[in-house]
């Protein structure tokens, strides 16, 4: 049966204008830009077919340009998507320039046919080259399976562009868009195979960031955006279980806001949320890379502090925070306030990282800072009290 390539791009444009609609009614409202970046993408390509089916028939020159120009915007949207998914990609400094150079050498060398079509499709098929090896070696964790699927449909359709360019441009074999030549056929069906797997691979990419999202949303205390006690102890005995193995310290430190209860009496429950937002905050601000800080309980919080060197790292914690509550609470919640601390460090000289040890150290390491932080509150509230290290 012989294929008809104008019902080929008639069916591709269709389908990318129907999953143009989809997308955004699947994803929902409050997407991430790598979502909107994605959904931007398939628009782009609906509109670069649309465009070069109807410059057919009319504005030959400027739909055609349309065409290219949004071709070349889909797949830099497809690479700001997978910035955004995988981490900073190779290329992102030059890409935008390759983008913008494939339309406008288009629409220049328009009246040369040969020109034109070389141009477009060889420098579509490197930033199709390019956006496919932005799906390799992620910087954030991500699933092989759905960065492999829409690489190999980059690839493909890369090669398939390539040789539609060579042949337009070195031979005669091409000589119009329309042109039944196997080459033109196979990118035809290409595109519509790796645009219903390539949708596949971006809804996968979603799905997975959102599952992310939701995991560490179980992980997160809503009202102070710190970590809860189940993402404290997490990420604490990772932190636990590094320092074992490299023969490390780790301070713990509780916390806890000076008559808090009065607080909420005198000046609401609003007003209370607010001071624990504002304390966390600035207790994520006193901390360092490596270190953990959550919230355990009610007005109560805890910090690790990761490379510890000695009781030290727990003075210096405490009067970097004082110093900033003191200097912004006023202004912050209208009054200041302060809070009482205890600190102590574990100094392992065996190590011994298996999960229920490391698990034991932590509850052992906290109820010791948190012994301490009952004797600062028994001696006068407002200072920290330290104890001694063990290993």
Same mark, same amino acid.
């Given at each position: 049966?012989?294929?008809?390539? #104008?019902?080929?791009?008639? $069916?591709?444009?269709?389908?990318?204008?129907?999953?143009?609609?989809?997308?955004?009614?699947?994803?929902?409202?409050? #997407?991430?830009?790598?979502?909107?970046?994605?959904?931007?993408?398939?628009?782009?390509?609906?509109?670069?077919?649309?465009?070069?089916?109807?410059?057919?028939?009319?504005?030959?020159?400027?739909?055609?340009?349309?065409?290219?120009?949004?071709?070349?915007?889909?797949?830099?949207?497809?690479? =700001?998507?997978?910035?955004?998914?995988?981490?900073?990609?190779?290329?992102?400094?030059?890409?935008?320039?390759?983008? =913008?150079?494939?339309?406008?050498?288009?629409?220049?060398?328009?009246?040369?046919? %040969?020109?034109?079509?070389?141009?477009?499709?060889?420098?579509?098929?490197?930033?199709?080259? $390019?956006?496919?090896?932005?799906?390799?070696?992620?910087?954030?964790?991500?699933?092989?399976?759905?960065?492999?699927?829409?690489?190999?449909?980059?690839?493909?359709?890369?090669?398939?562009?390539?040789?539609?360019?060579?042949?337009?441009?070195?031979? *005669?074999?091409?000589?119009?868009?329309?042109?039944?030549?196997?080459?033109?056929?196979?990118?035809?069906?290409?595109?519509?195979?790796?645009?219903?797997?390539?949708?596949?691979?971006?809804?996968?990419?979603?799905?997975?960031?959102?599952?992310?999202?939701?995991?560490?949303?179980?992980?997160?205390?809503?009202?102070?955006?710190?970590?809860?006690?189940? %993402?404290?102890? #997490?990420? %604490?005995?990772?932190?636990?279980?590094?320092?074992?193995?490299?023969?490390?310290?780790?301070?713990?430190?509780?916390?806890? #806001? *000076?008559?808090?209860?009065?607080?909420?009496?005198?000046?609401?429950?609003?007003?209370?949320?607010?001071?624990? =937002?504002?304390?966390?905050?600035?207790?994520?601000?006193?901390?360092?890379?490596?270190?953990?800080?959550?919230?355990?309980?009610?007005?109560?919080?805890?910090?690790?502090?990761?490379?510890?060197?000695?009781?030290?790292?727990?003075?210096?914690?405490?009067?970097?925070?004082?110093?900033?509550?003191?200097?912004?609470?006023?202004?912050?919640?209208?009054?200041?306030?302060?809070?009482?601390?205890?600190?102590?460090?574990?100094?392992?000289?065996?190590?011994?990282?298996?999960?229920?040890?490391?698990?034991?150290?932590?509850? *052992?390491?906290?109820?010791?800072?948190? *012994? =301490?932080?009952?004797?600062?509150?028994?001696?006068?509230?407002?200072?920290?009290?330290?104890?001694?290290?063990?290993?």
């Amino acid at each position: 049966m012989a294929l008809d390539f #104008v019902t080929l791009l008639a $069916v591709t444009a269709t389908n990318l204008a129907m999953l143009s609609v989809a997308l955004p009614l699947i994803m929902g409202r409050g #997407v991430s830009r790598a979502a909107r970046c994605a959904q931007a993408s398939v628009a782009l390509q609906a509109l670069s077919w649309a465009a070069i089916i109807a410059s057919s028939h009319l504005w030959d020159r400027a739909l055609s340009t349309l065409s290219i120009g949004s071709a070349a915007a889909a797949q830099w949207a497809l690479f =700001a998507a997978l910035q955004e998914w995988l981490g900073p990609r190779p290329g992102r400094r030059w890409l935008p320039w390759l983008a =913008a150079a494939i339309p406008i050498g288009y629409a220049l060398g328009f009246g040369h046919y %040969g020109f034109r079509v070389g141009w477009s499709n060889l420098l579509l098929a490197v930033l199709l080259t $390019v956006v496919a090896r932005a799906t390799l070696l992620p910087l954030q964790p991500s699933p092989r399976r759905w960065r492999l699927l829409l690489c190999a449909c980059l690839v493909a359709m890369a090669g398939l562009t390539g040789a539609r360019g060579v042949l337009g441009a070195f031979t *005669d074999a091409y000589p119009s868009f329309r042109t039944p030549h196997p080459v033109n056929l196979a990118a035809a069906l290409a595109a519509n195979v790796t645009l219903v797997l390539g949708t596949v691979a971006l809804l996968v990419a979603w799905r997975t960031e959102a599952e992310d999202k939701l995991r560490a949303l179980a992980k997160t205390d809503a009202l102070t955006g710190v970590l809860n006690r189940r %993402g404290f102890d #997490v990420r %604490g005995r990772a932190l636990l279980a590094h320092a074992l193995r490299h023969g490390l310290r780790v301070t713990a430190v509780m916390l806890d #806001v *000076d008559h808090f209860k009065r607080v909420n009496d005198q000046h609401g429950h609003g007003t209370g949320d607010h001071v624990l =937002a504002f304390f966390a905050q600035l207790l994520q601000d006193a901390t360092r890379t490596g270190d953990v800080a959550g919230r355990i309980g009610g007005e109560e919080f805890a910090v690790l502090l990761a490379h510890a060197p000695g009781d030290r790292a727990a003075e210096s914690f405490d009067r970097r925070l004082r110093a900033r509550l003191a200097a912004e609470s006023p202004a912050a919640v209208g009054f200041p306030f302060g809070y009482s601390a205890g600190a102590a460090t574990l100094a392992a000289a065996a190590p011994d990282a298996r999960e229920a040890a490391v698990a034991a150290l932590l509850a *052992d390491l906290l109820a010791r800072a948190d *012994d =301490a932080l009952y004797e600062a509150k028994r001696g006068g509230r407002g200072r920290l009290q330290v104890r001694d290290a063990a290993g």
